[in-house]
């Protein structure tokens, strides 16, 4: 069983046991499950950088990138480096995340967040929707077309907006539908952790135009976002680059001025 094949089984388990102890109904009556929610697609259709920054503590690969900052102090410098939304991670396991670091950050910025999860049931966008997200990742590997169908609708009827992460031309000839809004082309391999902007550059020609089209992680530098929003990018995930620095949010707001005087 490889490392996704591994999170897969365990996050299935997890999910099941949480729907014992915290039911649907409860998740519902958050304050924040019928609150409004901002566009993620539109605020990187109109930007000159489109970077979505990334809440990360660790990861399979990476155990250790940065457990010295909280929460509250990451995103706030994020939102003031200018970043078009955050993703947040809320896998415990694997990238040591957690639904409470959503809230922190709905509670400490006022920008589009994505919930980075492992998403297999209607449950977790329900605890998406409660805890403050805006759009949600779906990734093609572990779901069958009828599972990107019914979760992306089931999303977009919570008004969340949905990122599909995809890996090759077939994961995009099988999930293209109307009810996605992005579709991100992940650069690292969740099976072995190879990392390559080839991926990005080689699938952009298979997505079509009315998608925002996302490229994800292995980006480091200013000259790598430029080549890829030749190649018709709007979105750029980083995640790693900003966490594994001093400071989060001033590299990030760096990075942008940077990207943007360029």
């Given amino acids: ?3 996704l094949d591994q999170i897969i089984h365990d996050k ?9 102890i ?4 409860q998740l519902e009556t958050s304050i924040l499950f019928n609150s409004r929610t901002i566009s993620l697609a539109k605020l990187l259709q109109n930007s000159r950088s489109g970077i979505i920054a990334e809440h990360k503590r660790r990861s399979p690969s990476k155990p250790v990138i940065n457990n010295a900052h909280s929460v509250e102090d990451v995103v706030i410098g994020y939102q003031n480096a200018g970043v078009c939304g955050i993703s947040v991670l809320t896998d415990g396991k694997y990238f040591g995340g957690s639904l409470d670091d959503l809230l922190l950050t709905k509670a400490s910025v006022n920008v589009p967040l994505l919930r980075k999860e492992f998403i297999v049931d209607e449950y977790q966008i329900i605890e998406a929707k409660a805890n403050g997200a805006d759009a949600i990742l779906l990734i093609a590997a572990v779901l069958t077309r009828e599972e990107i169908k019914n979760l992306s609708q089931f999303a977009q009827s919570l008004a969340l907006e949905v990122l599909l992460e995809v890996h090759n031309k077939e994961e995009i000839e099988k999930s293209i ?11 690292r391999n969740l099976k072995t952790f190879e990392v390559s902007l080839d991926y990005s550059k080689e699938l952009v020609n298979y997505i079509p135009d009315n998608f925002v089209k996302v490229s994800e992680s292995g980006i480091y530098t200013v000259e790598e976002v430029k080549e890829l929003q030749k190649h018709g ?9 900003f966490m594994k620095t001093d400071d989060p949010g001033r590299e990030a707001k760096d990075f942008i001025n940077k990207l943007i005087v360029c």
């Avoid at 299935?12 to 014992?20: G, M």
């Fill in 1 to 3: 069983m490889n490392i």
């Fill in 233 to 241: 990018y709007q979105g750029f995930l980083m995640g790693e680059h």
């Fill in 22 to 25: 915290i039911p649907i109904s």
């Fill in 12 to 20: 299935k388990k997890e999910v099941s046991l949480k729907k014992n």
């Fill in 177 to 187: 539908m109307p009810s996605l809004n992005m579709i991100g082309v992940n650069n």
